[in-house]
């Protein structure tokens, strides 16, 4: 596996620090509120981003790339999208 965009339901989510229930909303939102947390984060710590949009994982991609955040593990289980970065 090791790609760093893998959409796996059964990997092993790491450890994070922050989390962003961004549940309900629809892009940009859930990316704003997860630009806004990864801000006050320390390089290398990982934030998590639950996500409802059916748009989201691609926009996490995209982010991912945009910002040089390495985009750790997405999942996506019963319509709900969970997503780790790891601050660059």
Known sequence: M???TSLDAG???PAFEQ???ASGLTCPLPILRAKKALA???SGEVLRVIT????AIR???A???QTGNALVLQ????????HYLRRR
């Open 40 to 42: 006050q984060m320390a």
């Open 2 to 4: 090791g790609a760093d």
């Open 19 to 21: 989390e962003v229930d």
């Open 11 to 13: 990997a092993q989510a």
């Open 75 to 82: 999942q996506e289980d019963d319509g709900r999208g969970v």
């Open 52 to 55: 409802t949009d059916r748009n």
């Open 63 to 65: 982010f991912a790339r």
């Open 59 to 61: 926009d996490f991609q």
